[in-house]
């Protein structure tokens, strides 16, 4: 009998999800929401182990907030899977819009008022 019940656990232990089974799902499905995909299976493994640094970030700060010492939570984003000076060159800065290459621009013309022929020789100011 306890042979049967020893071989029941490991084959219910051997059913079982492991953490990264769990973590691969929430990366694919986070993939999936975001339009994301990778060139190569390097390059999304990196991706993935930056995820995962990511992840554990935000749910450091939630559970700090949760005890009250933010007032704000995080939650991932399209941006989860970006080094932090990846995200800074890619948002933080000026973008200048491309020039019009087809008019050219002229300096601006002084356009004097109709009624300005004559000034008055004294203005009283009162």
């Given at each position: 009998?306890?042979?049967?019940?020893?071989?029941f656990?490991?084959?219910?232990?051997?059913?079982?999800?492991?953490?990264?089974?769990?973590?691969?799902?929430?990366?694919?499905?986070?993939?999936?929401?975001?339009?994301?995909?990778?060139?190569?299976?390097?390059?999304?493994?990196?991706?993935?182990k930056?995820?995962?640094?990511?992840?554990?970030?935000?749910?450091?700060?939630?559970?700090?907030?949760?005890?009250?010492k933010?007032?704000?939570?995080?939650?991932?984003?399209?941006?989860?899977?970006?080094l932090?000076?990846?995200?800074?060159?890619?948002?933080?800065?000026?973008?200048?819009?491309?020039?019009?290459?087809?008019?050219?621009?002229?300096?601006?013309?002084?356009?004097?008022?109709?009624?300005?022929?004559?000034?008055?020789?004294?203005?009283?100011?009162?």
């Amino acid at each position: 009998m306890r042979n049967i019940l020893l071989c029941f656990f490991f084959l219910y232990c051997a059913q079982a999800i492991t953490f990264f089974d769990v973590v691969l799902e929430e990366w694919q499905t986070w993939q999936v929401a975001n339009l994301k995909k990778y060139d190569s299976h390097t390059e999304e493994k990196f991706r993935l182990k930056i995820f995962m640094e990511n992840k554990g970030k935000v749910e450091r700060h939630n559970r700090q907030a949760q005890q009250g010492k933010h007032t704000y939570f995080m939650q991932m984003n399209k941006y989860g899977d970006l080094l932090h000076h990846e995200f800074r060159t890619m948002l933080n800065g000026y973008k200048q819009r491309p020039k019009n290459q087809t008019s050219k621009y002229e300096s601006a013309t002084f356009l004097r008022n109709a009624h300005t022929d004559r000034l008055p020789a004294k203005v009283d100011w009162r």
